[in-house]
């Protein structure tokens, strides 16, 4: 489920969700200087404490990952003991949009049989030779691919700069990758989808996608590393036999087909998120695709 608002700066703006334990929050503005915080309502009537999320400015952002008796946040996912029913968000900068997503715990539909389609994303490799220390750039380098495809190539090391979460000391928080597409004056968002049948009504729409994945050693045929507990790539298609046509960061080809149903796993184990980016016009597109029954 993906919810939306715009809320007002210094205002405390209700988000419906769920209900659910987990969720991610987004937000696009144009200029990334403020703060965000979440408060917390729980089905059972409680009310948490204000949260700090998220503070930005300039060239420095930082995870805050606040807590209260119930409800916690890690980096960028919130949560919670016990159900909950909203967010309130409050924000010291003006933002263009808030998106909330929560799980979609509904039964996959990994025997439906998925058309071939295959989009053009330009294949990017993370492993920068400017940059032979750095070998964790898998999200910059995905949402590199993402924008890339829409029409605005940035090179990678200046898109691991602008992500670069200071308190998570890395550059695969989920949401600051959104928040940077934002900034260039797309409408970006974490979401939770149920499985690839759901994700290939996006690629159908013209909507590449990057999923984050971990797998274990034999998991995931063909995979650049024995194992992962987290890594991004693009998924660009669907091959005829129905299989996964993605874009590894991580692999020498970069451009690969990983079997359908072990992708799949690898994928929805790692709670089935993704990154979404769409021109800000298609704002609509986004929800009615994300929020797809």
Do not use: K
């Not at 993370?126 to 380098?141: I, K, L, N």
């Not at 890339?148 to 949401?175: C, K, M, S």
């Not at 597409?181 to 994700?199: C, I, K, N, P, Q």
């Amino acid at each position: 489920m993906l919810t939306f608002a715009r809320p007002d700066v210094g205002e405390e703006t209700i988000v419906r969700i769920g209900p659910s334990r987990r969720a991610i929050v987004s937000w696009n503005a144009r200029a990334l200087a403020g703060a965000l915080e979440l408060r917390a309502n729980a089905h059972d009537g409680r009310t948490s404490a204000w949260l700090p999320y998220v503070a930005f400015a300039g060239d420095r952002r930082s995870s805050l990952d606040g807590r209260d008796t119930f409800v916690r946040i890690a980096t960028d996912i919130i949560e919670a003991d016990v159900d909950l029913v909203s967010f309130g968000v409050r924000s010291q900068g003006e933002l263009d949009a808030i998106y909330v997503s929560t799980p979609d715990y509904g039964a996959p539909s990994s025997i439906v049989a998925l058309p071939a389609l295959e989009l053009g994303v330009p294949p990017l490799s993370q492993y920068v030779a400017a940059y032979p220390s750095e070998r964790g750039w898998c999200a910059p380098t995905a949402l590199a691919m993402l924008l890339a495809y829409r029409g605005y190539p940035l090179e990678i090391p200046i898109v691991a700069r602008e992500v670069y979460d200071g308190a998570y000391a890395g550059t695969g928080n989920w949401t600051f990758n959104t928040a940077f597409a934002g900034t260039l004056g797309f409408r970006a968002a974490v979401v939770h989808l149920r499985d690839l049948a759901h994700a290939h009504a996006f690629l159908a729409d013209d909507l590449p996608l990057a999923l984050s994945i971990a797998w274990q050693p034999g998991d995931l045929p063909g995979a650049p590393l024995p194992q992962s507990a987290g890594h991004l790539v693009v998924l660009r298609g669907i091959a005829p036999d129905g299989d996964a046509l993605v874009n590894d960061p991580a692999h020498p080809d970069v451009a690969v087909t990983y079997p359908r149903e072990a992708f799949e796993r690898a994928w929805l184990g790692h709670g089935g998120v993704a990154i979404a980016i769409v021109p800000a016009p298609l704002h609509e597109t986004l929800m009615r695709l994300a929020n797809d029954r």
